[in-house]
């Protein structure tokens, strides 16, 4: 196949250097960053430039690598130059603006496939100079169906397949978003604010793994999430009241002294990480 890349950072680069080393296909890349262009050849992270002002694209499949608003305005341009039967997708982190796009899309180009992409891989850095060959081995791929297109559905889902990834999940845009909020944007509001302790100018020589773990995911992209967060404002509102509430329970016992209340939510985390633990082992 004929691939093209449009967003050569840490995704789109780790996307076209797996694709390259674990198949045959050709991959075009494209960055507005000349820097960005120049690196992804070196770290072979695509064959050729992606010439993105064509009058005919022809690729069988365009990855859009790109935030959410970025994402759709690419995909809008590009789109109708594509040639009949090529298949577009992206992949952000949030996905009902996105796919709501890709369906309007699809109504104007029904020669065209479209679907919905996360990756479920990824570092706590950015750009092209972070990029890996193995990235997404082993990583799950979600994929958010455009309107009823199985046929595109399951093109993309041999694809990844086939570059290495380790399996493929199915959920619609909004069950998409509602699970993002809880395992990956909760996740790092909760670094970025555990960091913000005045405490933490003084933590050398007084932390372990712990440390390390929860403050892991606070060094992040400022621009990229706020984007996310903002787009999935309903959902991650709501986790944070969650987490708020639970926050306040072991305060609450802490401040009154209730040995029996704190060791029964404590006991509690402990029993729903197991049960968390256990479903993912039978998952696999």
Same mark, same amino acid.
């Given at each position: 196949?004929?691939?093209?890349?449009?967003?050569?950072?840490?995704?789109?680069?780790?996307?076209?250097?797996?694709?390259?080393?674990? =198949?045959?296909?050709?991959?075009?890349?494209?960055?507005?960053?000349?820097?960005?262009?120049?690196?992804?050849?070196?770290?072979?992270?695509?064959?050729?430039?992606?010439?993105?002002?064509?009058?005919?694209?022809?690729?069988?499949?365009?990855?859009?690598?790109?935030?959410?608003?970025?994402?759709?305005?690419?995909?809008? $341009?590009?789109?109708?130059?594509?040639?009949?039967?090529?298949?577009?997708?992206?992949?952000?982190?949030?996905?009902? $603006?996105?796919?709501?796009?890709?369906?309007?899309?699809?109504?104007?180009?029904?020669?065209?496939?479209?679907?919905?992409?996360?990756?479920?891989?990824?570092?706590?850095?950015?750009?092209?100079?972070?990029?890996?060959?193995?990235?997404?081995?082993?990583?799950?791929?979600?994929?958010?169906?455009?309107?009823?297109?199985?046929?595109?559905?399951?093109?993309?889902?041999?694809?990844?397949?086939?570059?290495?990834?380790?399996?493929?999940?199915?959920?619609?845009?909004?069950?998409?978003?509602?699970?993002?909020?809880?395992?990956?944007?909760?996740?790092?509001?909760?670094?970025?604010?555990?960091?913000?302790?005045?405490?933490?100018?003084?933590?050398?020589?007084?932390?372990?793994?712990?440390?390390?773990?929860?403050?892991?995911?606070?060094?992040?992209?400022?621009?990229?999430? =706020?984007?996310?967060?903002?787009?999935?404002?309903?959902?991650?509102?709501?986790?944070?009241?969650?987490?708020?509430? $639970?926050?306040?329970?072991?305060?609450?016992?802490?401040?009154?002294?209730?040995?029996?209340?704190?060791?029964?939510?404590?006991?509690?985390?402990?029993?729903?990480?197991?049960?968390?633990? $256990?479903?993912?082992?039978?998952?696999?």
């Amino acid at each position: 196949m004929k691939i093209g890349i449009v967003g050569l950072g840490l995704i789109g680069g780790s996307l076209g250097r797996q694709i390259i080393r674990n =198949t045959s296909h050709t991959v075009y890349g494209y960055d507005l960053s000349e820097d960005a262009m120049l690196k992804a050849q070196m770290l072979n992270a695509c064959h050729e430039r992606l010439d993105v002002e064509a009058e005919r694209i022809d690729l069988d499949l365009l990855i859009v690598a790109l935030c959410p608003e970025a994402a759709i305005e690419a995909m809008r $341009k590009i789109a109708p130059r594509m040639k009949k039967g090529a298949l577009i997708i992206d992949t952000c982190g949030t996905k009902r $603006k996105v796919v709501a796009a890709m369906s309007e899309l699809k109504d104007m180009y029904p020669d065209l496939g479209f679907v919905g992409v996360h990756p479920m891989a990824g570092r706590e850095y950015s750009g092209i100079s972070h990029s890996t060959a193995t990235l997404f081995e082993h990583a799950y791929i979600i994929l958010t169906p455009v309107q009823t297109d199985l046929e595109a559905e399951e093109k993309v889902r041999a694809f990844f397949l086939e570059t290495g990834c380790e399996g493929i999940t199915t959920a619609s845009a909004a069950t998409h978003d509602r699970m993002i909020a809880y395992t990956s944007q909760l996740a790092h509001v909760v670094s970025s604010a555990y960091i913000r302790n005045p405490l933490s100018e003084t933590y050398v020589g007084f932390s372990a793994g712990s440390f390390r773990d929860l403050t892991r995911v606070a060094k992040l992209n400022p621009d990229m999430w =706020t984007e996310l967060f903002t787009e999935n404002k309903d959902n991650l509102v709501e986790c944070i009241d969650v987490l708020q509430q $639970k926050l306040s329970e072991y305060r609450d016992a802490l401040v009154a002294g209730d040995r029996e209340k704190l060791h029964a939510a404590l006991e509690e985390g402990t029993m729903m990480k197991e049960a968390a633990e $256990k479903l993912r082992r039978e998952r696999k």
